[in-house]
């Protein structure tokens, strides 16, 4: 037997230790299980954190807001007449929610119209439509609405000059779908659109289709 240890001092000491252990291993714990109790009550709240703000975020997507856009296009016409023009349009109206949208679309059109028969040669074109539009996915937009167009031109019949003028005003309708890539997030989405109308015109008894290719910008 190892002297030291039948010492009365070194028996003091070995009961002390053996009081202390169980208290280091219990102030061990506390303190363990402190530092977890944080760690995880840091996690909860940034998860709640995080929840927090997508729900802030569903709910401003949801409201009403305003809902702008313009582009710039060309385009061309099909059916029985023919011609190439360059213009501008612009949308302002309301974005009802993250899906659906109210808008009036202004196009102005400027080129060239030619009938297969007939001397009537119309330079421009006034589109005014009422949009209701549909968001999928934050990046794609189909719309349909009812317009009234007005006829700016002039007309040459062959039998004395050549006469310009409000050639009349006449029902059509507009067919839009657009593609959309930019900012989705946040309340107003921004995008850049790249957007094709088709857009037929009801002249007399007949119509004619216009064909609109757009670059422009949108906030929705």
């Known amino acids: 037997m190892d002297p030291k240890s039948t010492h009365p001092v070194s028996r003091q000491i070995n009961r002390q230790r053996s009081r202390a252990l169980p208290l280091c291993l219990a102030i061990a714990t506390i303190v ?7 760690v995880a009550s840091a996690q909860e709240g940034q998860s709640v954190g995080q929840e927090m703000r997508e729900d802030m975020r569903g709910h401003e997507m949801r409201r009403p807001r305003l809902r702008l ?3 710039g296009h060309g385009g061309g016409f ?5 011609g190439a023009f360059g213009g501008a349009s612009a949308r302002v109206g309301v974005q009802l929610n993250d899906t659906l949208a109210f808008y009036l679309q202004g196009q102005a059109l400027f080129g060239e119209y030619l009938p297969d028969e007939g001397p009537l040669d119309v330079s421009a074109f006034a589109f005014h439509s009422a949009m209701v539009d549909v968001t999928i996915a934050d990046f794609f937009q189909l719309g349909a609405g009812p317009s009234i167009d007005v006829m700016l031109g002039c007309v040459d019949d062959g039998n004395g000059p050549v006469r310009c003028g409000h050639t009349g005003a006449y029902f059509g309708s507009d067919f839009r779908a657009a593609f959309l890539l930019g900012d989705y997030a946040g309340r107003r989405r921004h995008a850049f659109v790249l957007s094709v109308d088709a857009h037929p015109t009801w002249v007399g008894n007949d119509f004619v289709t216009t064909m609109i290719f757009g670059l422009g910008g949108e906030m929705y």
């Open 32 to 38: 363990c299980g402190a530092n977890v109790t944080h």
């Open 69 to 71: 856009g313009f582009s």
């Open 78 to 82: 099909v059916g029985a007449v023919h």
